[in-house]
């Protein structure tokens, strides 16, 4: 158990729908990190928040936004789903905000978009 | 932008054989980190490498990072069915935030 909590396990939707993925990072932890990991791919990064902030960003649509709150949880709103939207979502934490620190994954979000 | 690149893709080895996963960047890196996700499962922290030539053993496992700071790999010595699983690469560019994960290698072990 990383620590690292994420719900719902499995969301399955239609298309054109929107979704909201929780993410509770491990006690601690500043940073959360979210990812994309399609059937049998790599994992996609989307995006990194510190401390509430936005620290980076990957190749994330513009139909996916995300926050971190005050209480450092965080959520990635996935909108006018698409067929190709199906995947696994990972959140992750690490302690700071820099490359150099280790990154703790959650159990992951199985989203299928019907 | 920074890309990392690992191959294989796949490998199958018997059980007993050894197994090398390699990792190239195309930028410098400032570190690098590698990941071991079984199937089914998320994502494991493995070792985190930062120096230029840098060596490091876990038991079986065996991770250097290049003198240039662009490659690593990952070799797993007389391997075991509880090493399968995909293994992913992480790199950090010098001055980034961004974490880039290569494509991973999934390593199939027969009994």
């Known amino acids: 158990d990383s620590g690292v909590t994420q719900t719902p396990k499995h969301l399955i939707t239609a298309t054109g729908q929107r979704v909201t993925l929780r993410c509770s990072p491990r006690?601690?932890?500043?940073?959360v990190y979210w990812y994309q990991q399609s059937l049998d791919q790599g994992l996609q990064f989307l995006i990194q928040?510190?401390?509430?902030?936005?620290?980076a960003k990957g190749n994330i649509l513009e139909r996916f936004s995300a926050q971190q709150f005050p209480d450092l949880h965080s959520e990635l709103n996935l909108s006018s789903l698409e067929l190709g939207d199906s995947a696994l979502y990972f959140c992750?934490?690490?302690?700071?905000?820099?490359?150099?620190?280790?990154?703790?994954f959650g159990p992951g979000t199985r989203l299928t978009v019907t | 932008g920074q890309q990392v690149m690992q191959i294989p893709q796949y490998q199958h080895v018997q059980e007993g054989e050894d197994f090398t996963t390699y990792c190239n960047s195309s930028?410098?890196?400032?570190?690098i980190q590698w990941y071991k996700q079984r199937p089914g499962g998320h994502p494991v922290f493995l070792i985190q490498?930062?120096?230029?030539?840098e060596v490091k053993k876990q038991k079986r496992l065996t991770f250097q990072f290049g003198e240039a700071k662009k490659n690593s790999s990952l070799h797993i010595t007389a391997t075991q069915t509880t090493d399968v699983g995909t293994y992913f690469c992480?790199?950090?560019?010098?001055?980034?935030?961004?974490?880039?994960f290569g494509a991973g290698t999934r390593l199939f072990v027969k009994a």
């Open positions: 928040y510190y401390n509430g902030e936005e620290r």
């Open positions: 006690s601690g932890d500043l940073s």
């Open positions: 992480a790199g950090i560019e010098t001055g980034g935030f961004k974490t880039i």
């Open positions: 930028t410098t890196l400032s570190n």
């Open positions: 490498l930062v120096k230029s030539g």
């Open positions: 992750a934490s690490s302690r700071g905000q820099g490359g150099s620190y280790e990154q703790y």
